[in-house]
């Protein structure tokens, strides 16, 4: 059964897919990214619960970013539901995002593209390109890991049809087992590519190369909406679990291990101190028509840098002041203690080695 399942769950990514390969654009390519911003991901251990919820994230920061049509980024046609919020933490071990973003309740269960769904986009090539997914050259029919290297691009796309809300989805060891990218049960797909037209499931190629039984889905996710009144959390018989229509905030939140066990060129690595380039798709339903692949909304018509803060960096100052303080007040009061202590040693001795001696008065004398 669970073989069945998986088949199907590739034949419906595989649509997916090409239903996300249609970026035919009209004229040439223009980007006129003005954008300075940086996305921080601070160190934040033990902070965050991987839920779909983002009360524990109300303390971090976030970067804002207008939705620009991906394929013609004009501000015209900006997102109507508002700016996409960006945060992003680690813990020295994994690395995690919140997305969220305004827009009303739209769920129509199995149906992916009635549904919003969104995608992160990393730099692993060295001359891979925002544009054109990776910017190689080569076709379909051509394009493999020889003459597409160098052009790599990581991708999580999460569509949520099928995903209930609050549960977590992602790579799971039924898929693992296989050897793939694939989340039969939710979608939360781990996905490479080198252009538009030639993107695969980790672990899978192009037609006539063989699946390596290596590859694994280590990403994890969840989503909420605000207009949820059930936090104790939701079964999937409780479908659509919201009003259609309903005006909310989406919540998107994500983690992945900082560096994968990846030797296929297929993940993106990310470093302590060091700096990644990423981007942020996101597809919504407008006025309740089901969205085409090319259709979506980006962060920037190009990479928007993420740096991955060491340690201390995120508030050293304040750190130190509060621990030098701590350790201030802490040695006055040890060296109080001490000078007592040695004045009570003093005082204990001298009464002990000065006591007045008392002349002996023999019995018969008094």
């Not at 290596?214 to 018989?237: C, I, L, R």
């Not at 679990?241 to 909310?248: D, I, L, Q």
């Not at 470093?271 to 981007?279: A, V």
């Amino acid at each position: 059964m669970f073989r069945n399942s998986f088949m199907l769950s590739l034949l419906l990514l595989a649509s997916i897919l090409r239903g996300l390969h249609s970026h035919e654009e009209s004229g040439e390519w223009r980007c006129e990214s003005e954008s300075e911003i940086r996305v921080e991901s601070g160190f934040k251990p033990g902070l965050i619960t991987l839920d779909g919820h983002a009360d524990d994230w109300k303390e971090i920061d976030g970067s804002h970013f207008s939705l620009l049509p991906a394929l013609d980024p004009d501000s015209e046609n900006e997102f109507k539901g508002g700016k996409l919020i960006l945060k992003s933490v680690h813990d020295g071990h994994d690395v995690f995002f919140l997305l969220q973003v305004d827009g009303d309740y739209a769920y129509s269960k199995g149906e992916s593209n009635k549904c919003p769904s969104i995608a992160l986009m990393f730099q692993i090539g060295d001359s891979a390109t925002y544009h054109n997914m990776g910017g190689c050259e080569e076709h379909p029919a051509t394009c493999t890991s020889k003459t597409c290297k160098g052009h790599e691009v990581d991708i999580m796309h999460f569509s949520i049809g099928n995903a209930i809300p609050g549960r977590l989805y992602g790579g799971s060891p039924l898929d693992n087992g296989d050897g793939n990218g694939g989340d039969r049960f939710g979608h939360l797909d781990d996905i490479y590519a080198w252009n538009p037209h030639c993107r695969f499931i980790d672990g899978t190629g192009p037609s006539g190369s063989a699946n390596d039984s290596s590859a694994q889905n280590e990403w994890k996710g969840a989503w909420w909406h605000s207009s949820f009144t059930v936090h104790s959390g939701f079964v999937e018989d409780e479908s659509p679990y919201a009003e259609n229509g309903k005006k909310g905030t989406y919540y998107f939140e994500f983690s992945r291990p900082l560096r994968t066990m990846d030797h296929l060129q297929q993940d993106v690595q990310f470093t302590i101190g060091g700096s990644n380039k990423m981007s942020v798709a996101f597809w919504y339903p407008l006025d309740g028509q089901p969205w085409h692949g090319s259709g979506h909304y980006s962060i920037n018509c190009d990479w928007v840098p993420i740096d991955i803060s060491l340690g201390g960096s995120l508030s050293d100052k304040s750190v130190n002041k509060e621990s030098s303080s701590s350790w201030n007040i802490a040695s006055a009061f040890s060296l109080i203690l001490s000078v007592a202590a040695l004045c009570v040693s003093v005082f204990v001795s001298y009464r002990v080695f000065n006591t007045k001696s008392v002349a002996f008065t023999p019995m018969e004398d008094l």
